[in-house]
Each structure stands twice: as structure tokens, then as C-alpha cells.
């Protein structure tokens, strides 16, 4: 009885556990294979790696321009608001043209002015030109004249005198005769008292010859003046035509300006995008060249992407690019198109001094721009600042 219930007390017997070995054995392949499938996997990675240089650094970028006024005025209209789409020429804000207009008229005024002082100065120029020739042939003939007379003159002076001279001889040949007793006192009295009349002829002659003479100086000096007095004449009128052309110039440039001036009293859109950042209302009084809003070109976007110097090295100029949106989860298509001249660094507002002596390299980053290829699903939802990630292939 004790050994029946021995018996019935005792452990059952377990059966032996599989062999530890063969269950190694097992694992190792489909270890084996994952670890090759594992490096297969890296060495393709690499090698398609080795074509391609990607960063997330990049945003959508476009043209953002300031909308501002010409002209000073006060708003009397905005037509727009913050995200309206716009044309190129929309009006966008209207001034009040009261004083631009006021100023047309004065510049209008004024070319009316300078024309009639134009019209009136530019027929003294011929009239000069006249005046000048008849002045010139009037000195002309005055001297021929003056020449005349004293060569008259030079003629009845040589005949006087040499009919003084005659008398002369002929009283002294009659002051002998007289003291001979040849002639008579009286004869002798008649050859004096034409002696005296000869000899105050050509006394008078002489005066009169001296007269010519001084005439045709006069007559010489007169036509000097003329001729050199008549081109500075014909000069200083053509200066005061040509004053008056360029008063009449001026005028009409100012008329032009006050125009587009008034032109400018209506604030137009520069080119087709989406308008926003409004500062302006109705009432304001603007100066010219203060901003009224930002009008983002959206119809021209590229990609400004930022990749590091180490990165550049086989990069050229229309290599294939993919440009993946972070808002829309989607790559668009593009060509890597111009390199920026310096490193973003360098175009900071504090760019580094390496010179300085605490000189920490540091590798920078270069700007690339990246044209996307137009037509391609929701571009139109694109806007700039937008993150996104670009992958070049460079082989």
C-alpha cells in the first residue's frame, strides 16, 4: 500500500527539449538575409544618393511690389482690399485732382505765354538780317561817296593851287616891271589882287580837301563799325529766339508734367498679382512715395534655395530639380537656373569679418534659384515664403 502510494506521489516524466543548435541554425538564414538585404539596400541608397543634393532650407519666392503714390493729395477712394486679386492698370486708390488741375491750367497758361513771346522775337531775325544789309550798303556807299567828293576835291585843290602859284610867279615878274617902269601901278595892283585871290582859292581848297578827307574817315569808321556791329546783331537776336524757344521748351514740359501729375492722381496696380498690407483710407493725405500696399506677383514664382557651399560642386545651370511643397504634400517639376553671386551670409545686414581674428569656419550656404516649369497642377496655390524642399540631380 506505502509503495502504491509512493508510486502515485512521484513527477511524471517530462519529455527532452529540442536541440538549442538546431534552432540556431534555423535563425541564421533568414538573419542572413535581412542582413544582406540590408546592405544591398545601403549600397543602392548610396549610389542613388550620390546623384542627388536635396535641403529643406528653400521657400516659394516672387516679386513683391510697392504700391505708392506719385503725387501728394488726400484720398478720396480705395478700391481695393487686403487678398483682391488685380490687373495690371486697376485702380487702386483715387486722390482728389483739384489742385493738379488747377495746376494744368496754370501750365497751360504759361505755354500760351511763351508761345506768343516766341512768335513775336523770331521775325527779328530776318528783319535784322535786313536792317544789317541795307546798313551795311548804306556804309558802303557813304565811303564810295566820301571818296568821290575828296578825289573832287583833291582835283580843284591841285587846280587852285597851281593857278595860286601862277599868280604868284606873275606878280613877282610884275613887281619888276614895276620898279622898271614897265608897267603901270594899276597893272601891277590887278596882279596883286589876283595873287591874293588865287592864293585864297586854294586856301579854301585846302579846307575843303581837309573836309573830304575827314568825311571818308569818318565814312570808313562808320563801316567797320557796321560790318563788325552786324554779325553780334544777328548773333544776340538769334540768342533771344532761342531764349524764347527754350522759355516756350520749358513751359511745355511743365505743361506735360502737370498732366501726368494729374494722371498720377489715380493710383494704378503695377502689374497682375494679389494686393495686401493696406495702409491707406479714405481721408488720408499721402506724400509721394509712401507705401499704400504690397502687390505679390504671383503669376512669376521660383524657388530661392539655400544649399550648403559643399553641396554646389558638380551643380550647374538647367540641371533637373524637384520642389516638394510642404502646405499640398506635392513635387513640382523644375530646372536649377542662376547661382547667387555671394552667400546668403554675405548679404545679411551684418555679414561676418573674418579678419577680425575670431575667425570660427562655419559652412555657409548659397542661394540657388530654382525655375519651376509652368502648367503644373495647383500652382495658382503657390505663394511666396512658402517651405519647401528641393532635390537637385546632379548626375
Known amino acids: 500500500m506505502d509503495a502504491e502510494r509512493a508510486v502515485a506521489s ?10 538549442a543548435n538546431a534552432r540556431r ?68 486708390v483715387e486722390l482728389d485732382p483739384t489742385d493738379l488741375e488747377v495746376a494744368v491750367v496754370q501750365a497751360r497758361a504759361a505755354v500760351a505765354q511763351a508761345e506768343a513771346a516766341f512768335a513775336a522775337e523770331q521775325p527779328n531775325i530776318s528783319i535784322t538780317e535786313t536792317s544789317n544789309l541795307a546798313a551795311v550798303r548804306s556804309a558802303e556807299s557813304d565811303v564810295e561817296s566820301a571818296r568821290t567828293d575828296l578825289e573832287a576835291a ?32 594899276s597893272d601891277y595892283d590887278q596882279r596883286a589882287a589876283a595873287a591874293d585871290v588865287a592864293r585864297a582859292s586854294a586856301q579854301a581848297a585846302r579846307q575843303h580837301l ?67 498690407r493696406r495702409t491707406v483710407n479714405v481721408g488720408d493725405r499721402i506724400q509721394p512715395g509712401q507705401q499704400l500696399a504690397a502687390l ?23 540641371q533637373h530639380a524637384e520642389v516638394e511643397v510642404d502646405a499640398f504634400s506635392r ?13 546668403g551670409s554675405r ?6 569679418e573674418n579678419a577680425s581674428g575670431n575667425y570660427v569656419k562655419v559652412v555657409q550656404r548659397v542661394p540657388i534659384r530654382v525655375r519651376l516649369e509652368p502648367g503644373q497642377p495647383e500652382m495658382a496655390r503657390l505663394r511666396p515664403g512658402m517651405s519647401v524642399e528641393v532635390t537637385v540631380k546632379v548626375r
Open 154 to 185: 583833291q582835283r580843284d585843290w591841285d587846280q587852285a593851287e597851281a593857278t595860286s602859284r601862277l599868280a604868284e610867279s606873275q606878280l613877282v615878274r610884275a613887281k619888276q616891271l614895276s620898279d622898271g617902269g614897265s608897267i603901270s601901278p
Open 331 to 343: 513635387t513640382y517639376r523644375g530646372a536649377v537656373e542662376s547661382f547667387a553671386g555671394a552667400t
Open 10 to 19: 512521484a513527477p511524471a516524466k517530462v519529455p527532452a527539449a529540442p536541440d
Open 210 to 276: 581837309d573836309g573830304r578827307r575827314a568825311k571818308l574817315q569818318a565814312a570808313l569808321t562808320r563801316q567797320r563799325e557796321v560790318v563788325q556791329n552786324a554779325p553780334r546783331q544777328l548773333v544776340s537776336r538769334q540768342a533771344n529766339v532761342q531764349v524764347r524757344e527754350a522759355n516756350l521748351a520749358l513751359a511745355q514740359a511743365q505743361l506735360r508734367q502737370a498732366q501726368l501729375n494729374l494722371d498720377y492722381a489715380r493710383v494704378l496696380a503695377p502689374a497682375d498679382g494679389i494686393i495686401g
Open 347 to 352: 548679404y545679411s545686414l551684418l555679414p561676418p
Open 25 to 92: 541554425r534555423r535563425l541564421r538564414v533568414p538573419l542572413a538575409i535581412g542582413l544582406a538585404a540590408l546592405v544591398i539596400a545601403a549600397v543602392l541608397y548610396g549610389l542613388h544618393a550620390r546623384r542627388y543634393e536635396d535641403t529643406d532650407d528653400a521657400q516659394i519666392d516672387a516679386y513683391v511690389s510697392s504700391v505708392s503714390s506719385r503725387v501728394s493729395g488726400t484720398v478720396t477712394a480705395v478700391h481695393f482690399e487686403d487678398n483682391q486679386r488685380v490687373k495690371a492698370g486697376d485702380v487702386l
Open 296 to 318: 505679390t506677383q504671383t503669376g512669376d514664382l521660383w524657388v530661392t534655395a539655400n544649399f550648403r557651399e559643399t553641396q554646389i560642386r558638380l551643380m550647374r545651370p538647367g
